[in-house]
């Protein structure tokens, strides 16, 4: 009789296939998780890309509207040929500034603002789609407006004969500039509500696996547990009947279940009571007890999970319990076949999958080691970018230093010509008093020369007063006196004159040397102010040049400003990158272990299952238990 070796029972392995099951299913939530993890930061990188275009918009507009104030500058200063080249320059570059933004914003809403995960997004979404039409609308608008203004000022208006085309212009770009900071902040509070309902969605999810999960574990524990006592009860009661059969009673088994198992206990009892009916000799109850005996060394090896044997079925009556024995034991065989070819295909898809996580591990390795040289080399860029930002600030300072130097030498020319001017001017205008004063002393001399002849005359008169007074004789003799008196003033008025006309013709003569000088001296002047205006004109171009010069070195400036800025951002990109990249890879590593941990399981079944020696012909490989049999 072969000895019971003790194994593992059925209830154990059906509990441990449906554990393994229900760990399966968790496993499969726990990617399906991360899948729809990764899937809500797709959500929140393609809302952040509607971000960016929109800022790069922003960004468009705000060059766009440089090269306006330069073009409005250069509209509202004197005309000339260079002034008009360098106006038609910012207006061309306005132009193509604004045809930038046509790309950008017919790039704006295609990438993302569909993904929402609840429904309080659908009204945010509506607005976007909205303010992305009305960008596209304004800026139709600020194009139509530009063109007549734009070429308004060309033709050489000022800007208050251009007011109406200017007020529709600056109403156009006031409107663009407002409703791109509108849908800049209606994005970001997107984002911030996507980002908010995201960290919600993942936080239910997770508690729905995390209560399925315990569901699963408990309504598969209570599953194993009632498939087990179904399977196991009735076999019981099998086990007993035969174990009091070993004893040599006869007893019926209890039928509770109406499956296979329950057709066998009805023949089995069926079998015990004709056994009951049979044995009337004790040479019967022998020769069944012997059929008993090696029913149950058949039992035995079946106990030690023998399923290769089948026991003997004879004539007598319990030749009826051995077959039935036997269409149970075919009936288990297949079963731990089926169970087994399962146990196998788990491994070997456990195993394929360790294969795949092992080269996900790999390929993220390699990103991740490819994401810290692109990170280095955009820490490099950085740095240049830096140094180029550094060296294009000195530059400009040094430029503004030259253009502030110029714009004093020019002010300072300018008070020069202004100098010269009026020195010029007061020379003419002295020149011009000197020949009024030349003109005011020859009337001078005119009238000394009156005053000389009325003098002789006065003379002749008072000698002939003087004559006719001595003709008087004593009556005339103070009329004579008086016409001494005249006399003597006739010839000192007349030696005054004299006096006076040798004077004027001294002062004639210095000025007649102070005009000649004053007219030598007004030719200098005027030589000097043509000079003079002639460097003005030359540092005017020289400040032209600067303020040229300053433009391309404050253009440059902002370009490296951009630059920076454009690489810091890659920099942080290329960061997360490599934080998303370490994290997948912690979760494939953890992924794998979880594999790995599958696969050993599958082992450890495969290696429980080959306790039980399963035959794949019963009929014609399975090895039969012969025994002898006693025949009446």
Known sequence: MATMKQGLRIR??????????VFISIFIGGVAFYGVQQTLVQFSNQITDEISLIHSADTTTAKARRYEKEFFLFSSIPKNADVERRQANYLSQMNATFDELLPILGRLGNSGLDQVIDEQSLASRAVAYDLIEALKQDLIIVREAAEPLGTALMAGKTFHQAEAEYAVYRDAIRNLENRIKDAINHLEGMLARQKVASAAYQSNLFNTLILLGGGMILVGIFVGL?????????????????????RGEIVEVEITT??????????????????????????????TEANVINFLEVVSEAADGDFTLRAPVTEDAFGSI????????ESLAELLTDTTSKASEVGDESRHLLEIFNKMKEGSNNQLHYVSEAIESADETISSATQIAEK?????????????ATSLGNERVNLNIEGM??????????????????ERLQEIGTISQLISDVATRTTILAMN?????????????????????????????????RQIGGIIKAIQSEANDVTTALEEET????????????????LAAIKDATDQSKHIVTQITSLSQEQLSVSEKMVNSIRKMADITDSNTGLINESALITEGLSGVSKGLLTSLTRFRLGTDVEADTPVLHLKASND
């Open 322 to 329: 051995a077959d039935a024995y036997n269409l149970m034991v």
């Open 392 to 404: 294009t600030d000195l530059a400009r300072q040094s430029a503004n230093q030259v253009e502030s």
């Open 523 to 538: 030719s200098t002047v005027e030589d000097q102010a043509r000079l003079v205006m002639e460097t003005g004109e030359a």
């Open 465 to 497: 007063a003087s004559i006719e007074a001595s003709r008087a004789g004593e009556q005339g003799r103070g009329f004579l006196v008086i016409s001494d008196e005249i006399k003597r003033l006739a010839d000192e008025a007349s030696g005054a004159t």
């Open 421 to 438: 001017q009026l020195i010029r001017v007061t020379v003419q205008v002295i020149n011009k008093k000197m020949k009024s004063l030349a």
């Open 12 to 21: 154990t392995k059906l509990m441990m296939m449906v554990l393994l099951l």
């Open 258 to 287: 109406s499956d296979e198992l329950a057709e066998i206990a009805q023949v089995f009892n069926e079998t015990m009571n004709r056994i009951r009916g049979y044995i009337k000799t004790d040479e019967q109850r022998l020769a």
């Open 226 to 246: 009632f498939v087990s006592n179904r399977i196991t009860t009735p076999l019981r009661n099998l086990m007993q009947g035969i174990t009091a059969i070993s």
